[in-house]
Structures are given as structure tokens and as C-alpha cells.
């Protein structure tokens, strides 16, 4: 009796496999949304337009809900609801196999707002007959308020990690503004006077206020004998630049030891 128990459930299992084997390309490609994200700065008052471009890659004709949701948000801010600064249409349609669709959106930069509001635009798919067929994909809409920026941010850490004959970098930035910011940078690295290298961080994901985040960069191959080295990490956003230097050194097992 036992025996038959485990033989049924091994069968469940083989069977609830195949279930999303064959869901998975439904769930993997419903939507492509273009653009990623909208980024606005302007004064109170001013008005913005613009669009997302909806994609259907499904075989099924879908209906499609449009919500906006709240993310993000400033205490200062709290009490401003993405309905009283952005108006978005169409709020629902259909859209068959191949078709392309473009929601619009108007953007009213709130008056009363301080350093920056957000909004995530979700697109919630549906067949026609009521059963999901696609993932909900949200896409941001940022704005900065124009003269309530408070950009205040630093380099707050830096690591070094190596893995048989990759070297890693990780610099972390803290943000104690009221905007987000985006920093791109690189990380470079010298031997006495002479540059050894130069890291791109890998660019994208913003720090929102009161947060911190790590970019990392990465020297594939790195070649690195025994010695000291100095690290100067730079990143930069809008018009400032952060920099943060450190003494490293590899010895003679290949190992990274470093200098306080």
C-alpha cells in the first residue's frame, strides 16, 4: 500500500512538470513593453506626455488592465497618490496576436512634491475568457521636482574579491539625498605610478533616498603579481563625481591582503 502511495506521487510530480513545461513559454512571453522607464524633471505644475509601446507575443487574443501603484515614496510625499499627478489611456484593451499598442500618459509635476514622486505602470494581461496567460509587467515613470533637489550621496565601502584569476570589485554607494540617482563610474587600479587596469561598474539601477547599493565591475584574466597596489573608485551622477582610494596588496600565494 505504501509502495503504491510513493508511485502515486512520484506520478503527481511527473505530471505537474509537464503542466509548466508547457505553461512556462505562455508565462516566459506575453508582453514586450518599450520603454523600460520614463525619467521627467520639471516645476510644479508643468505638464508631460508620453507613451509605452505594447507588444503581444502570445497566440491568444488578450485583454489588458492598467493600473498605476505607488513605489518609493518620500514621507514627505506620502501623501500624494500617483492618480493626482499622472492620467494614463487607455486604462484597458485588447490586443491580438502581433499587435502593437500605445498607452499614453499626461504627467502633472506635483506642486506640493519635494525631491522626486514614482509611480510603477502595471499591465495586468488576461485572456478574454478570464485565465492569465502572462506575467504583470510594471514600468516606472520617475519625476524630479526642478528646485527641491537635495543631492547628497558618498562612496560608502569598497571591496575586492578574487577568484582564481578573476578580480571582482564592489563599490557601494549611499544615498542621503531626497532624489534618486543613477552613478556610473569605473575603478582603476596602479602599481606605484603606473595604471594597471580600468573597471567599468556595471551601470543601470539607481540608489533611492536613504538607501545603498552596490555596483560591481569585473577583470576577467586579471594579472596581478606580488606587490601593493592602490584602488581609486570614481562614480559620478549628474555633476558631481565620488571618489574613494584604498591600498591592497597580493602576495606571494596570490591572495589578496588588505592595508588598513
Known amino acids: 500500500m505504501k509502495s503504491n502511495t510513493i ?3 512520484k506520478w503527481l510530480v511527473f505530471l505537474s512538470a509537464l503542466v509548466i513545461l508547457f505553461l ?5 512571453f506575453a508582453l514586450n513593453i518599450t520603454p523600460v522607464r520614463h525619467e521627467i524633471k520639471g516645476v510644479p505644475g508643468e505638464i508631460y506626455e508620453g507613451s509605452f ?10 485583454y489588458i488592465l ?27 484593451f ?35 475568457q478570464g485565465g492569465s496567460v502572462g506575467m504583470v509587467m510594471s514600468l516606472p515613470i520617475y519625476v524630479t521636482i526642478e528646485g527641491t533637489e537635495v543631492f547628497k550621496a558618498e562612496i560608502s565601502d569598497v571591496g575586492l574579491i578574487k577568484d582564481k584569476t578573476d578580480l571582482q570589485v564592489m563599490v557601494v554607494v549611499k544615498n542621503d539625498g531626497n532624489v534618486y540617482i543613477r552613478p556610473k563610474g569605473k575603478v582603476t587600479i596602479k602599481r ?9 561598474l556595471k551601470y543601470g539601477r539607481p ?3 536613504g538607501q545603498v547599493r552596490g555596483y ?16 581609486t573608485a570614481m562614480v559620478n551622477y549628474g555633476s558631481t563625481t565620488l571618489e574613494k582610494t584604498m591600498v591592497f596588496k597580493i602576495d606571494k600565494k596570490g591572495n589578496i591582503v588588505l592595508k588598513k
Open 24 to 28: 512556462l513559454p505562455l508565462f516566459s
Open 66 to 92: 492598467v493600473k498605476l501603484k505607488k513605489w518609493r515614496e518620500l514621507k514627505e510625499n506620502s501623501d500624494i497618490k500617483p492618480e493626482d499627478w499622472v492620467e494614463i489611456y487607455p486604462e484597458e
Open 94 to 128: 485588447d490586443i491580438v496576436p502581433g499587435e502593437n499598442k500605445e498607452v499614453k500618459f499626461k504627467v502633472t509635476v506635483p506642486k506640493k512634491a519635494q525631491g522626486f514622486v514614482m509611480t510603477h505602470v502595471s499591465f495586468c494581461p488576461e485572456v478574454k
Open 192 to 200: 606605484k605610478k603606473k595604471e594597471i587596469t580600468s573597471i567599468n
Open 216 to 231: 560591481s565591475g569585473d577583470w576577467r584574466e586579471a594579472e596581478l603579481a606580488s606587490g601593493k597596489y592602490k584602488l
Open 53 to 62: 509601446t505594447v507588444y503581444n507575443e502570445t497566440q491568444e487574443k488578450m
Open 207 to 209: 540608489v533611492y533616498p
Open 7 to 9: 508511485k502515486k506521487k
